[in-house]
């Protein structure tokens, strides 16, 4: 079973920029399919961006189109988050998450079968 544990996360003004990243540990395979899902207070989990990591392929939720960019670096099994233009819609928990199986193009939280912890992400007016 994958750990997997994310880092990047905190404050931010609106406009600025923030980089998450997620590491892969105890896992011989990355992940088929690799996501980072974000969370607010009171709302529903939704998904941000996945690819799959053979591929290359990716997927973004229209909200973070033009601003997010998702990457992984299969040597060091990582998977990235680049965030611009940030702002106060993106504030919320984010995940990261990894599936074997196909679905990467509806994020979509379920058969993703391994998840971090999260790290927060605060953007101010």
């Known amino acids: 079973q994958v750990q997997l544990v994310e880092s990047g996360g905190g404050s931010v003004q609106a406009g600025g920029s923030l980089t998450l990243s997620c590491a892969a540990y105890?896992?011989?395979?990355?992940?088929?399919?690799m996501a980072w899902f974000r969370q607010a207070p009171g709302k529903e989990r939704e998904g941000v961006a996945s690819i799959y990591t053979q591929q290359g392929l990716t997927y973004y939720h229209d909200s973070v189109k033009g601003r997010f960019t998702i990457s992984r670096d299969d040597a060091k099994k990582t998977l990235t988050l680049q965030m611009h233009n940030l702002n106060q819609n993106d504030t919320a928990m984010y995940y990261c998450?990894?599936?074997?199986?196909?679905?990467?193009?509806?994020?979509?939280?379920?058969?993703?079968?391994?998840w971090g912890r999260g790290t927060q992400v605060t953007v101010s007016s």
């Open positions: 998450a990894a599936r074997s199986t196909r679905g990467c193009s509806a994020l979509e939280s379920n058969g993703y079968e391994n």
């Open positions: 105890e896992y011989s395979n990355f992940g088929y399919c």
